[in-house]
């Protein structure tokens, strides 16, 4: 292995092809020894828990000094509630179905040949990811359970955290009798090794960056490797004319609060004017720590909320802010979200099952919810174990990602014998 003062493009040249050959044996790893890898994973990390939340600790107090905002705090911060949130979710993905060698479809042309569409990995997953080191855990063990290799790129402010947990992972690989370059994790800080990944065609299958607005712009618009992601998480949440007061209320406070710096959580919440009760939600926003900016109308019913502007309604805070409008209905509600949603995610609150299915038809996003919080958008809440990140594109997949998401597919012919006239 090279160090870490080699030149980051020879560095992730290196890491590229041990990546490519810890891929093809893992292409072909049966289901079983690759749960056994990330059960024993689960195991070193709650072994670990005393090492794992010391060098946590050690990234909260330099984050705290250079100054980070809450919200990357917020992200950054293990406990040992959340180590065991790491811990279960590996444990998750071990349960969960093989996608490698599903048969998608089949069929018999005119022609007589017998075709096969079958699920393979993808190959080489680099991901890029800021602050969160439940990342390093999530995203190595999905790759590596749908057949993939994994190269990560954490972030300087959890470089500790993210060392310790993939410590772990190694772990877990070796002692299932994987190869250690199943999850290898990027041994330098230097961001010219971010650039490296960006241009590490034919090494590199896809680039899943998962971070801040400007981090993904710049994957974005650097990569030669096709990426999988999504730029913000502006989502909205409509409470219709038709909504249940006590449910609209619990639904917005918990879509906003549950936690801010989450890119699930809500940024602006829509009012149908025709909603009988908008004080008691508006009360019970501002009541649980958040600031409230709202349009004239929303300030006429709760007094201690302050002045939108039009910059707000493009605004992704990661903060107890929320921009809140009254509108003039459901054809109002869908014009505002189509104007400012990033495509991520989106919810409708009422008890109006023909609005919620107008709603959800219309509403162009990755995910559209019905009278339920914008943060269940996680992939393990879906059921996926977890996700190696959500995308608001429209080619290969949308959502959360998981394991089919990190597989393709390839055709299989049985001719029989025949040739094309």
Known sequence: MLDTTTNPTDLITDMGKRARKAAAILARTPA????????????????????????????????????????????????????????????????LPDPVGDVIDQSTPANGLKLKRVRVPLGVVGIIYESRPNVTADAGALAMMAGNAAILRGGTEAVHSNRAIHAAL?????????????????????????????????????????GGKSLVARVQKEARVPVLAHLDGICHTYIDGAADADMARDIAVNAKMRRTGVCGATETLLIDKAFADPAPVLAAIVDAGCEVRGDAGVRSIEPRAKP????????????????????????????????????????????????????????????VMWNASTQFADGGEFGLGAEIGISTGRLHARGPVALEGLTTYKWLVDGGGRTRA
């Open 32 to 95: 079983a020894q690759k749960a056994n890898a990330l059960n024993a994973a689960a195991a070193a990390l709650r072994e670990d828990a005393a090492a794992i939340l010391d060098a946590n600790a050690k990234d909260l107090a330099a984050g705290r000094d250079k100054g980070l905002a809450n919200a990357m705090l917020d992200r950054l911060a293990l406990d040992e509630a959340r180590l065991e949130g790491i811990a279960s979710a590996l444990e998750a993905v071990a349960g």
């Open 308 to 367: 939108v502007n039009e910059d707000d309604w493009d605004t992704e805070y990661l903060e107890p802010i929320l921009s809140v409008r009254l509108v003039d209905g459901l054809e109002d509600a869908i014009d505002h979200i189509a104007r400012h949603s990033s495509h991520h995610t989106d919810a409708i609150i009422t008890e109006d099952a023909d609005r919620a299915a107008e709603f959800q038809a219309r509403v162009d996003s990755a995910i």
């Open 170 to 210: 190694v772990r877990g690989l070796e002692s299932a009798g994987l190869p250690a370059d199943a999850v290898q994790l990027v041994p330098t800080q230097d961001r010219a090794a971010v650039g490296a990944m960006l241009k590490a065609d034919g090494l590199i299958d896809i680039i899943v960056p998962r």
